[in-house]
Protein backbone atom coordinates (compact mmCIF):
# COMPACT_ATOMS: atom_id res chain seq x y z
CA UNK A 1 0.00 0.00 0.00
CA UNK A 2 1.69 2.95 -1.08
CA UNK A 3 1.21 6.31 1.10
CA UNK A 4 2.30 9.08 -1.11
CA UNK A 5 -0.93 11.25 -1.42
CA UNK A 6 -3.48 11.72 1.61
CA UNK A 7 -7.11 13.54 0.92
CA UNK A 8 -8.05 15.29 3.97
CA UNK A 9 -11.68 15.99 4.44
CA UNK A 10 -12.48 18.32 7.08
CA UNK A 11 -15.16 19.85 8.95
CA UNK A 12 -14.89 23.41 9.64
CA UNK A 13 -17.70 23.76 12.24
CA UNK A 14 -16.05 21.35 14.52
CA UNK A 15 -13.57 22.40 17.21
CA UNK A 16 -11.22 20.03 16.47
CA UNK A 17 -10.22 18.03 13.15
CA UNK A 18 -8.59 14.14 14.29
CA UNK A 19 -8.51 13.03 10.03
CA UNK A 20 -6.13 16.28 9.39
CA UNK A 21 -3.96 14.77 12.92
CA UNK A 22 -3.86 11.37 11.57
CA UNK A 23 -2.94 12.41 8.44
CA UNK A 24 -0.04 14.62 9.69
CA UNK A 25 1.13 11.78 12.48
CA UNK A 26 1.11 9.51 8.44
CA UNK A 27 3.01 12.44 6.35
CA UNK A 28 5.73 12.95 9.07
CA UNK A 29 6.31 9.10 8.72
CA UNK A 30 6.09 8.52 5.51
CA UNK A 31 6.39 12.28 3.75
CA UNK A 32 2.80 11.81 2.54
CA UNK A 33 1.79 14.87 0.15
CA UNK A 34 -1.44 16.05 2.02
CA UNK A 35 -4.60 17.30 0.41
CA UNK A 36 -6.83 18.86 2.67
CA UNK A 37 -10.25 19.88 1.51
CA UNK A 38 -13.36 21.31 3.30
CA UNK A 39 -16.70 20.83 1.56
CA UNK A 40 -19.36 23.96 1.89
CA UNK A 41 -23.08 24.39 1.94
CA UNK A 42 -24.94 26.90 3.36
CA UNK A 43 -29.27 25.94 2.25
CA UNK A 44 -29.46 29.53 1.86
CA UNK A 45 -27.23 30.11 -0.98
CA UNK A 46 -28.55 27.23 -2.74
CA UNK A 47 -31.91 27.01 -4.60
CA UNK A 48 -33.45 28.15 -7.90
CA UNK A 49 -32.94 32.13 -6.50
CA UNK A 50 -29.08 30.99 -6.94
CA UNK A 51 -29.35 32.55 -10.03
CA UNK A 52 -29.55 35.95 -8.13
CA UNK A 53 -25.71 37.83 -9.09
CA UNK A 54 -26.35 38.78 -5.21
CA UNK A 55 -26.52 35.08 -4.13
CA UNK A 56 -23.84 34.20 -6.20
CA UNK A 57 -21.68 36.97 -4.92
CA UNK A 58 -22.38 35.61 -1.43
CA UNK A 59 -21.79 32.25 -2.10
CA UNK A 60 -18.02 33.04 -3.41
CA UNK A 61 -17.53 35.24 -1.01
CA UNK A 62 -18.14 32.13 1.83
CA UNK A 63 -15.89 30.07 -0.10
CA UNK A 64 -13.19 32.76 0.12
CA UNK A 65 -13.80 33.17 4.02
CA UNK A 66 -13.85 29.18 3.86
CA UNK A 67 -10.38 29.42 2.38
CA UNK A 68 -9.11 31.89 4.63
CA UNK A 69 -9.78 29.77 7.51
CA UNK A 70 -8.41 26.55 6.30
CA UNK A 71 -5.03 28.51 5.41
CA UNK A 72 -4.85 29.96 8.55
CA UNK A 73 -5.30 26.47 10.20
CA UNK A 74 -2.84 25.18 7.80
CA UNK A 75 -0.13 27.73 8.29
CA UNK A 76 1.97 26.04 10.91
CA UNK A 77 1.89 22.63 9.05
CA UNK A 78 3.48 24.51 6.24
CA UNK A 79 5.92 25.81 8.19
CA UNK A 80 7.05 22.93 9.68
CA UNK A 81 7.83 21.66 5.89
CA UNK A 82 4.89 19.40 4.93
CA UNK A 83 3.97 18.64 1.53
CA UNK A 84 0.37 20.38 1.49
CA UNK A 85 -2.52 21.37 -0.62
CA UNK A 86 -5.94 22.98 -0.05
CA UNK A 87 -9.09 23.10 -1.38
CA UNK A 88 -12.19 24.36 -0.46
CA UNK A 89 -15.36 23.10 -2.89
CA UNK A 90 -19.35 23.86 -2.60
CA UNK A 91 -21.03 20.79 -2.24
CA UNK A 92 -25.02 19.92 -0.98
CA UNK A 93 -23.74 16.05 -0.80
CA UNK A 94 -20.65 15.23 1.24
CA UNK A 95 -19.67 12.29 0.46
CA UNK A 96 -20.81 13.23 -3.45
CA UNK A 97 -18.13 15.72 -3.20
CA UNK A 98 -15.43 13.81 -1.84
CA UNK A 99 -15.86 11.04 -4.36
CA UNK A 100 -15.53 13.81 -7.27
CA UNK A 101 -12.71 15.35 -5.62
CA UNK A 102 -11.15 11.92 -4.93
CA UNK A 103 -11.77 10.82 -8.77
CA UNK A 104 -9.65 13.64 -9.42
CA UNK A 105 -6.61 13.41 -7.72
CA UNK A 106 -6.70 9.70 -7.17
CA UNK A 107 -5.28 9.62 -3.57
CA UNK A 108 -3.74 6.45 -1.85
CA UNK A 109 -5.79 7.14 1.44
CA UNK A 110 -8.84 9.25 2.15
CA UNK A 111 -8.93 10.14 5.85
CA UNK A 112 -12.05 11.34 7.36
CA UNK A 113 -13.19 12.09 10.98
CA UNK A 114 -16.49 10.22 12.38
CA UNK A 115 -18.57 11.83 14.66
CA UNK A 116 -18.07 12.50 18.12
CA UNK A 117 -20.45 12.08 21.09
CA UNK A 118 -18.74 13.28 24.44
CA UNK A 119 -20.65 10.92 26.20
CA UNK A 120 -18.90 7.71 24.23
CA UNK A 121 -15.88 5.84 23.53
CA UNK A 122 -17.05 4.17 20.54
CA UNK A 123 -16.82 5.12 16.51
CA UNK A 124 -19.66 6.98 15.50
CA UNK A 125 -20.80 6.63 11.51
CA UNK A 126 -22.17 9.62 9.72
CA UNK A 127 -24.36 8.85 7.41
CA UNK A 128 -21.76 10.32 5.19
CA UNK A 129 -19.07 8.22 6.81
CA UNK A 130 -21.68 4.81 5.32
CA UNK A 131 -21.71 6.64 1.80
CA UNK A 132 -18.19 6.50 1.85
CA UNK A 133 -17.64 2.98 2.97
CA UNK A 134 -20.34 2.16 0.24
CA UNK A 135 -18.62 4.12 -2.92
CA UNK A 136 -15.12 5.24 -2.09
CA UNK A 137 -13.08 3.09 -4.43
CA UNK A 138 -9.95 4.13 -1.92
CA UNK A 139 -8.53 3.12 1.05
CA UNK A 140 -10.82 4.86 3.71
CA UNK A 141 -9.93 5.46 7.38
CA UNK A 142 -12.31 6.71 9.43
CA UNK A 143 -10.58 8.55 12.63
CA UNK A 144 -11.57 8.10 15.78
CA UNK A 145 -11.33 10.92 18.16
CA UNK A 146 -10.03 8.98 20.94
CA UNK A 147 -6.17 9.64 21.92
CA UNK A 148 -4.34 8.24 19.03
CA UNK A 149 -1.20 5.92 20.58
CA UNK A 150 0.10 4.69 17.22
CA UNK A 151 1.24 1.15 18.19
CA UNK A 152 -1.58 -1.61 17.22
CA UNK A 153 -3.03 -2.69 14.26
CA UNK A 154 -5.66 -5.72 13.76
CA UNK A 155 -6.87 -6.89 10.14
CA UNK A 156 -10.58 -9.00 10.66
CA UNK A 157 -10.18 -11.61 7.83
CA UNK A 158 -12.93 -14.28 6.54
CA UNK A 159 -10.53 -17.36 4.57
CA UNK A 160 -14.09 -19.50 4.71
CA UNK A 161 -14.81 -16.33 1.91
CA UNK A 162 -18.36 -16.04 3.52
CA UNK A 163 -20.83 -13.16 2.53
CA UNK A 164 -19.49 -13.22 -1.37
CA UNK A 165 -16.32 -12.26 -0.59
CA UNK A 166 -13.61 -13.12 -2.88
CA UNK A 167 -10.32 -15.02 -1.81
CA UNK A 168 -8.48 -12.41 -2.89
CA UNK A 169 -9.57 -9.63 -0.55
CA UNK A 170 -8.26 -11.36 2.69
CA UNK A 171 -4.65 -11.80 0.96
CA UNK A 172 -4.73 -7.70 -0.01
CA UNK A 173 -5.78 -7.02 3.32
CA UNK A 174 -3.06 -8.98 4.72
CA UNK A 175 -0.37 -7.53 1.88
CA UNK A 176 -2.15 -4.06 3.26
CA UNK A 177 -1.41 -4.36 7.14
CA UNK A 178 1.81 -5.77 7.05
CA UNK A 179 2.89 -2.72 4.36
CA UNK A 180 1.16 -0.17 6.80
CA UNK A 181 2.90 -2.08 9.89
CA UNK A 182 6.30 -1.88 8.45
CA UNK A 183 5.81 1.54 7.03
CA UNK A 184 4.46 3.24 10.43
CA UNK A 185 5.99 0.76 12.99
CA UNK A 186 2.97 -1.15 14.58
CA UNK A 187 2.65 -4.08 15.28
CA UNK A 188 -0.15 -6.11 13.17
CA UNK A 189 -2.52 -9.15 14.52
CA UNK A 190 -4.48 -10.57 12.09
CA UNK A 191 -8.16 -11.92 13.36
CA UNK A 192 -10.71 -14.33 11.98
CA UNK A 193 -14.05 -15.32 13.66
CA UNK A 194 -16.24 -18.14 13.70
CA UNK A 195 -19.27 -19.12 14.88
CA UNK A 196 -21.48 -22.38 14.97
CA UNK A 197 -24.86 -22.24 14.01
CA UNK A 198 -26.39 -22.08 18.03
CA UNK A 199 -28.13 -25.38 18.75
CA UNK A 200 -31.30 -23.46 19.63
CA UNK A 201 -32.02 -23.21 16.03
CA UNK A 202 -32.08 -26.80 15.03
CA UNK A 203 -35.50 -28.91 15.81
CA UNK A 204 -35.15 -31.77 13.46
CA UNK A 205 -33.99 -34.60 16.51
CA UNK A 206 -31.72 -36.17 14.11
CA UNK A 207 -29.85 -33.04 13.81
CA UNK A 208 -29.14 -32.46 17.11
CA UNK A 209 -27.93 -35.52 17.79
CA UNK A 210 -24.93 -34.81 15.14
CA UNK A 211 -24.58 -31.17 16.56
CA UNK A 212 -21.44 -31.70 18.20
CA UNK A 213 -19.88 -33.51 15.43
CA UNK A 214 -21.12 -30.74 13.31
CA UNK A 215 -19.71 -27.93 16.24
CA UNK A 216 -16.19 -29.83 15.76
CA UNK A 217 -16.05 -30.92 11.49
CA UNK A 218 -16.81 -26.42 11.63
CA UNK A 219 -14.07 -25.03 14.01
CA UNK A 220 -11.51 -27.98 12.25
CA UNK A 221 -12.18 -26.37 8.96
CA UNK A 222 -12.09 -22.63 9.97
CA UNK A 223 -8.84 -23.75 11.36
CA UNK A 224 -7.31 -25.39 7.99
CA UNK A 225 -8.30 -22.26 6.35
CA UNK A 226 -7.35 -19.79 8.55
CA UNK A 227 -3.41 -21.63 9.48
CA UNK A 228 -2.96 -21.64 5.67
CA UNK A 229 -3.89 -18.64 5.23
CA UNK A 230 -1.24 -17.11 8.08
CA UNK A 231 1.40 -19.39 6.53
CA UNK A 232 0.91 -18.49 2.90
CA UNK A 233 2.27 -14.85 4.60
CA UNK A 234 4.44 -15.62 7.07
CA UNK A 235 2.61 -14.50 9.89
CA UNK A 236 3.89 -15.11 13.32
CA UNK A 237 1.51 -17.36 15.33
CA UNK A 238 1.80 -15.01 17.87
CA UNK A 239 0.07 -12.58 15.95
CA UNK A 240 -2.38 -14.63 14.65
CA UNK A 241 -5.79 -15.21 16.03
CA UNK A 242 -8.73 -17.44 15.94
CA UNK A 243 -11.47 -16.06 18.13
CA UNK A 244 -14.82 -18.21 18.45
CA UNK A 245 -18.15 -16.32 18.70
CA UNK A 246 -20.05 -13.95 16.34
CA UNK A 247 -17.75 -10.96 15.31
CA UNK A 248 -19.88 -8.07 16.08
CA UNK A 249 -19.03 -9.49 20.42
CA UNK A 250 -15.81 -11.00 19.84
CA UNK A 251 -13.82 -8.05 17.84
CA UNK A 252 -14.40 -4.78 19.83
CA UNK A 253 -13.54 -7.03 22.80
CA UNK A 254 -10.43 -7.98 20.96
CA UNK A 255 -9.63 -4.16 20.15
CA UNK A 256 -10.19 -3.28 23.51
CA UNK A 257 -8.23 -6.35 25.59
CA UNK A 258 -4.76 -5.45 22.88
CA UNK A 259 -5.29 -1.70 22.66
CA UNK A 260 -6.12 -1.75 18.46
CA UNK A 261 -5.39 1.43 17.68
CA UNK A 262 -6.76 0.33 14.25
CA UNK A 263 -9.35 -1.90 12.60
CA UNK A 264 -8.82 -3.19 9.24
CA UNK A 265 -11.54 -4.29 7.43
CA UNK A 266 -12.15 -5.30 3.79
CA UNK A 267 -15.18 -5.00 1.90
CA UNK A 268 -16.24 -5.46 -2.59
CA UNK A 269 -16.61 -2.26 -4.89
CA UNK A 270 -19.84 -2.96 -5.82
CA UNK A 271 -21.84 -0.82 -3.98
CA UNK A 272 -23.76 -2.29 -1.32
CA UNK A 273 -23.27 -1.60 2.13
CA UNK A 274 -24.12 -5.60 2.70
CA UNK A 275 -20.44 -6.40 1.55
CA UNK A 276 -18.64 -4.95 4.18
CA UNK A 277 -16.33 -8.11 5.01
CA UNK A 278 -18.56 -9.04 8.50
CA UNK A 279 -21.74 -8.59 5.98
CA UNK A 280 -24.99 -8.06 7.87
CA UNK A 281 -23.60 -7.79 11.33
CA UNK A 282 -21.37 -4.42 9.83
CA UNK A 283 -23.32 -1.47 11.64
CA UNK A 284 -23.48 -2.71 15.02
CA UNK A 285 -20.21 -4.09 14.85
CA UNK A 286 -18.45 -0.78 13.64
CA UNK A 287 -20.47 1.59 15.99
CA UNK A 288 -18.90 -0.74 18.90
CA UNK A 289 -14.99 -0.32 18.63
CA UNK A 290 -12.61 1.59 20.47
CA UNK A 291 -10.67 2.75 17.58
CA UNK A 292 -9.86 4.19 14.05
CA UNK A 293 -11.19 2.32 10.92
CA UNK A 294 -9.52 1.47 7.53
CA UNK A 295 -12.10 0.27 4.98
CA UNK A 296 -10.17 -1.47 1.93
CA UNK A 297 -11.60 -2.08 -1.29
CA UNK A 298 -10.98 -5.33 -3.77
CA UNK A 299 -12.66 -4.15 -7.32
CA UNK A 300 -15.51 -6.56 -8.42
CA UNK A 301 -13.43 -7.88 -11.47
CA UNK A 302 -10.69 -9.28 -9.45
Partial sequence: M?????LVVIDASQPSHPA????????RGTQARLHVLLV???AALDGSLLENSLQNRARDALLEQRGKWLEELLTPLRDEGLPLQQEVRWGKRLHETVLEAAAELQPDLVLKSAAHNNLLRRLLLTDSCWQLMRH???????VHHAEWRGRNLCTAVD????????????????D???????ALGLHADIVHCHAPMPRTLLNNTELLATYQQYVSDDAQQHHKAFDELVRQHGIAPESAHLLEGAPENMLPRFVRKHEIDLLVMGAIARGRLDTILIGH????LLESVDCDLLVVKLSAEK
Wanted: proline share 8%; net charge negative.
Fill in 159 to 174: PLHKDDKPAALDHHLI
Fill in 40 to 42: EYS
Fill in 176 to 182: TSLALSS
Fill in 20 to 27: LERAVWLA
Fill in 281 to 284: TAER
Fill in 2 to 6: KLEKL
Fill in 136 to 142: CPFPLWL
